[in-house]
């Protein structure tokens, strides 16, 4: 009854932002990007068509424009490639949720499906240059929500949002095995996302809570999995998390609230000396999904259910939004987003009522490992 309860409120809640996600607030490419046009790269890889005449990707230089009078500038992201079909209908709708973006070791870019059926690949990796998806991992029971590489071993991590579970394996599928299961302080975990430390200790999102019952924790775990610290409670629905450039506090997002929290922590990383609410927005029926970071220590963060990120410096001053456009018929679910570390350019994984979908843009200032969840 647990499972289902979690599974049906985020479900719940990712329908809601669908229905009310409203037109897109661009121009948007009229091209369909289509099914599955042949294979390419790595055994078991499969290419799909991109949109063809999106040319929003703005090239070397930072690509804000507009915002006159003080307006934040509008970043316009491009479409890569679709990465994944419309899986089958599911309780989240007849919709495909793609999150957990992160490069790997190999350079690939490696994301997670949370619709995807039993039996169907629940990780899976793309090659930028060619454009080739190919499966890592597949099981009848999951549901990861994120996934990041451990600075301590390389290895991925996978929040099994469904099943209470962090799950580790090797970049090519194999050494799969679960590193934490089971309750924290008494109660159930909801895993969400997940970031790490320099030595590869891992800080998860609890998603539990509403505004009128804020339930929701922020949990530590040592790097192999064990002693399970609840670092802070009573959040709304916390998502997104990630350190800041210095690894002194963390930024935790509450999807219910429209709130991005900074959280300073001790020396030894196993407790908050301090916290605040950094920043706010006027979310409507739509929610705060996944963060990011960047070298200057802005903050990017997924409205999900909309086609913007939103960006802070650490002043709290929105500096610029970043808008993904939409078919113009279709409905999208931009959802997570990782800044390759080392480039100005991150990448975003977006979902919907006719697949995923992999876009980009150009940052305000260069990716750190904290961008890619704390991996290298």
Known sequence: MIKRTRRLTLAAALLAALAVGGAAVVPTATADPGGAVGGSGDSGSVEYADYAGDTGYAGPAAPASGGGHGTPPVIRAELVSKVAPLDPPSPFGHLTVLEGPAFGPDGRLYFVNLTGAPGQPKILKFDLPTKAVTPVHADATSGYSSLQFSPADGKIYATDFHNGEIDRLNPDGSGFETVFAGPVAGRPMVPDDIAFDKAGNMYITDYHGTPWSPTGRVVRLDADGTDPIVLQD???????????????????????????????????????????????????????????????????????????????????????????????????????????????????????????????????????????????
């Open 234 to 376: 009573g959040l709304s629905g916390p998502n997104g998390i990630t350190f800041t450039p210095d690894f002194t506090g963390v930024w935790v997002s509450e999807y219910s609230l429209g709130r991005e929290n900074h959280f300073a922590l001790a020396p030894d990383g196993k407790s908050f000396t301090d916290g605040r609410v950094g920043m706010s927005a006027n979310i409507g029926l739509h929610g705060f999904d996944s963060n990011t970071v960047d070298a200057a220590g802005n903050v990017y963060q997924v409205v999900i259910g909309t086609d913007k990120i939103l960006v802070w410096n650490q002043k709290g001053d929105l500096i610029a939004t970043v808008v993904v456009p939409y078919p113009q018929n279709g409905k999208r679910l931009v959802s997570n987003l990782a800044i390759k570390p080392g480039t100005n350019t991150a990448y975003v994984t977006v979902g919907g009522d006719d697949g995923g979908y992999i876009y980009r843009f150009r940052t305000l200032a260069p990716g750190i490992p904290q961008s890619n969840g704390g991996g290298a």
